[in-house]
């Protein structure tokens, strides 16, 4: 093919083929402009990925994005890496951003990225008053962002959905639009204050079984302070199924 031209025959229309020359310039650029962002690319995953891993040790079930990530890393240093020896988290700031540290060698770049944390978290659909019964319909599921702002401090006592509606009642007021936290509720007792209840001593293979007032509120497994109905005698025994309360002597 050497030495030989490739002519348009006589009649041809030549701006025919304008738009399927440019097409195929565009997708030269194409494939140029993704080779070169590829070692950039697969670097930012492979840090989003060590990075998500060192913030969920301390809420595993946050959802964690960090947008710029990509874009910040195709401009530094490490560009043409597809990897890097080290990656850390020098510190959390309370404004939503990490300051990140990459080491590769000898060379170590640092740079400050922000990321956004959330947690699906019950949250209060209307006031709900202390010692009122959590109902399911006193409740909706949002996100809510920890990463910053007013609930970034107690992102580990919010309250799941399932979780609020395991018997559990407010321990204080909780407003509409507030999310429910673990100091703010509390599991509905099993046993309440007054109850009369069966009450088993053991002692080695000896049971006797007897009865005993309740002297506060107590869920089962908890230890709980009754009075015997006979005797008087007050002991502290564990809360059992079928309200009873177990003591060992």
Known sequence: MDGQQISLKKGTNRSSFYPIVCLLCSVLVLLSANAQALPSAKLAQFVETELKTT?????????????????????SAF????TVESVSILEIRDNGTLLVSLSAG?????????????????????????????????????????????????????????????????????????????????????????????????????LLKTQAIVQEPAVIGEKVRVITVKTKRELVGVVTENNTVEVKL
């Open 79 to 82: 560009a043409e890496r597809d």
């Open 106 to 206: 000898e060379k170590t770049i640092r740079f400050v990225t922000p990321y956004e944390m959330v947690i699906q978290a019950a949250v209060a659909q209307n006031r709900i008053y202390p010692g009122q019964k959590i109902k399911t319909e006193d409740l909706i599921e949002k996100e809510i962002v920890v990463s910053r702002g007013l609930y970034r401090s107690v992102k580990n006592t919010l309250i799941t959905l399932p979780q609020a509606k395991q018997n559990q009642i407010a321990k204080n007021s909780i407003l509409e639009g507030q999310p429910l936290l673990y100091t703010s509720i509390q599991r509905s007792p099993d046993l309440k204050r007054g109850e009369v209840i069966a009450l088993e001593l053991t002692s080695g293979d000896l």
């Open 55 to 75: 913030l969920l040790q301390s809420t595993p079930s946050a959802k964690i994005t960090i947008p710029s990530l990509s874009k910040m890393l195709s401009q």
